[in-house]
């Protein structure tokens, strides 16, 4: 196998091929990995040459025509031809802002439309980055189904509301329907708030129902839990990273984007308090248990890989990047696999810690602190088959005994 800087790259993407090269070392990728990912930049460069293409014009068709005329004589080239094994390449150009990714091809008025909607989100409602993309996508789902190429938002009546919800509520589950619906109503409240609309169509939009008018509790009791954190091998290093989750769930009760989002810097040792990044770009300093701390603290010394990048939870291979939301949903996911329970998500810890608290005597409004909700009534929905504490935000009855 040739060094990395032996591979030779010519045609238009020459100029790029060195700092891909340390952009592939800098993520943590094998020497192995970088020479075969830098043939495959210098096998794109050469086809552009020959087809008399700029870098500019390697998008989603050209990538699939360049695929199509390789033939591949060997395994790991088969691999390579694939559109997953471009997404690095890709992902490393439209860093660059040499090529645009698909998501990035909108139509003008609609992308102008998106990012003002985007921006009224951030600013006027404070929500996440990861809620705004949601939204985002959602409100442009339904101008594009209702609206056509037109984008005229003057013209929309309650029928059209109706007709994507319905439209929706038939490929859907409750939960994804009820997030649409609000994402909906914030695109609609948005669009009457700045004059884009005469009239507020927002109680167009019905509301669905919710997890939490669904059935009693959906914590795990104290030996599931158990099971879920006996299941992680913790003399592998994956092992030791997924304990570390898992613990970080069910004693704080963590939502999977906030344990994403955990950096090395969030943990205060000597003070024992871990910083989190919650919804809303609110941030809260929390105790750190101590089986809490001895399960991350393991991770980071004999599991964690010692790279540049400083998310504490990151891939256990190249690219040693953050670990996603998904990715830390689907820790649990596995562990429930191994542990024998049924298939389940991230939140479901969050119940759990909410049980755990429950049992041990706390209060309703103490939950509410550890879990950060803003209303006690939030926090009853995690109560729902406790009727003790369902009794502490219940109103008296009018006219009733005091």
């Given at each position: 196998m040739?060094?990395?800087?032996?591979?030779?790259v010519?045609?238009?993407?020459?100029?790029?091929?060195?700092?891909?090269?340390?952009?592939?070392?800098?993520?943590?990728?094998?020497a192995?990995?970088?020479?075969?990912y830098?043939?495959?930049?210098?096998?794109?460069?050469?086809?552009?040459?020959?087809?008399?293409?700029?870098?500019?014009?390697?998008?989603?068709?050209?990538?699939?025509r360049?695929?199509?005329?390789r033939?591949?004589?060997?395994?790991?080239?088969?691999?390579?031809?694939?559109?997953?094994?471009?997404m690095?390449?890709?992902?490393?150009?439209?860093?660059?802002?040499?090529v645009?990714?698909?998501?990035?091809?909108?139509?003008?008025?609609s992308?102008?439309?998106?990012?003002?909607?985007?921006?009224?989100?951030?600013?006027e409602?404070?929500?996440?980055e990861?809620?705004i993309?949601?939204?985002?996508?959602?409100?442009?789902?339904?101008?594009?189904?209702?609206?056509?190429?037109?984008?005229?938002?003057?013209?929309?009546?309650?029928?059209?509301?109706?007709?994507?919800?319905?439209?929706?509520?038939?490929?859907?589950?409750?939960?994804?329907?009820?997030?649409?619906?609000?994402?909906?109503?914030?695109?609609?409240?948005?669009?009457?708030?700045?004059?884009?609309?005469?009239?507020?169509?927002?109680?167009?939009?019905?509301?669905?129902?919710?997890?939490?008018d669904?059935?009693?509790?959906r914590?795990?009791g104290?030996?599931?839990?158990?099971?879920?954190?006996?299941?992680?091998?913790?003399?592998?290093?994956?092992?030791?990273?997924?304990?570390?989750i898992?613990?970080?769930?069910?004693?704080?009760?963590?939502?999977?984007?906030?344990?994403?989002?955990?950096?090395?810097?969030?943990l205060?040792?000597?003070?024992?308090?871990?910083?989190?990044?919650?919804?809303?770009?609110?941030?809260?300093?929390?105790?750190?248990?101590?089986?809490?701390?001895?399960?991350?603290?393991?991770?980071?010394?004999?599991?964690?890989?010692?790279?540049?990048?400083?998310?504490?939870?990151?891939?256990?291979?190249?690219?040693?990047?953050?670990?996603?939301?998904?990715?830390?949903?689907?820790?649990?996911?596995?562990?429930?696999?191994?542990?024998?329970?049924?298939?389940?998500?991230?939140?479901?810890?969050?119940?759990?810690a909410?049980?755990?608290?429950?049992?041990?005597?706390?209060?309703?409004f103490?939950?509410?602190?550890?879990?950060?909700?803003q209303?006690?009534?939030?926090t009853?929905?995690?109560?729902?088959?406790?009727?003790?504490a369902?009794?502490?935000?219940?109103?008296?009855?009018?006219?009733?005994?005091?």
């Amino acid at each position: 196998m040739k060094k990395s800087t032996q591979v030779v790259v010519t045609g238009p993407l020459a100029p790029y091929a060195t700092g891909y090269r340390q952009e592939l070392f800098g993520r943590g990728y094998s020497a192995w990995t970088a020479v075969s990912y830098l043939y495959s930049l210098a096998r794109v460069s050469r086809w552009l040459a020959e087809q008399g293409l700029a870098a500019a014009n390697l998008d989603a068709e050209h990538v699939e025509r360049f695929l199509a005329e390789r033939p591949g004589s060997q395994r790991a080239e088969v691999q390579r031809r694939t559109p997953r094994g471009m997404m690095s390449l890709l992902g490393y150009l439209n860093a660059q802002g040499v090529v645009r990714s698909p998501a990035a091809v909108e139509d003008a008025a609609s992308h102008a439309m998106l990012n003002e909607f985007a921006e009224f989100l951030r600013n006027e409602r404070g929500l996440a980055e990861k809620t705004i993309d949601v939204y985002r996508r959602f409100a442009g789902l339904f101008l594009s189904s209702q609206l056509g190429d037109s984008m005229d938002v003057r013209v929309l009546t309650a029928r059209h509301v109706s007709a994507f919800v319905l439209a929706q509520a038939g490929r859907r589950g409750s939960g994804s329907l009820n997030n649409v619906v609000t994402a909906l109503r914030a695109l609609l409240r948005f669009c009457y708030l700045r004059g884009y609309t005469t009239t507020p169509l927002e109680a167009a939009a019905p509301r669905t129902v919710g997890w939490r008018d669904l059935g009693p509790s959906r914590g795990l009791g104290p030996g599931q839990v158990e099971r879920l954190l006996a299941s992680c091998d913790r003399r592998t290093s994956i092992g030791r990273r997924d304990f570390a989750i898992l613990t970080v769930l069910a004693r704080l009760g963590l939502r999977a984007n906030e344990v994403a989002a955990l950096r090395v810097d969030d943990l205060d040792w000597r003070a024992g308090e871990i910083t989190v990044h919650g919804k809303g770009n609110r941030t809260d300093r929390l105790p750190l248990p101590v089986d809490v701390g001895h399960a991350v603290a393991g991770y980071c010394h004999r599991g964690r890989p010692h790279r540049d990048c400083r998310a504490l939870f990151v891939q256990a291979k190249a690219p040693y990047a953050a670990l996603s939301s998904s990715a830390v949903s689907k820790v649990v996911t596995a562990a429930c696999g191994r542990a024998g329970l049924p298939r389940s998500g991230a939140h479901r810890l969050r119940h759990s810690a909410a049980a755990a608290l429950r049992r041990a005597g706390a209060p309703l409004f103490e939950i509410g602190q550890l879990l950060r909700h803003q209303h006690a009534v939030t926090t009853a929905g995690y109560a729902r088959d406790d009727q003790e504490a369902l009794a502490e935000v219940a109103r008296c009855w009018p006219g009733g005994a005091a």
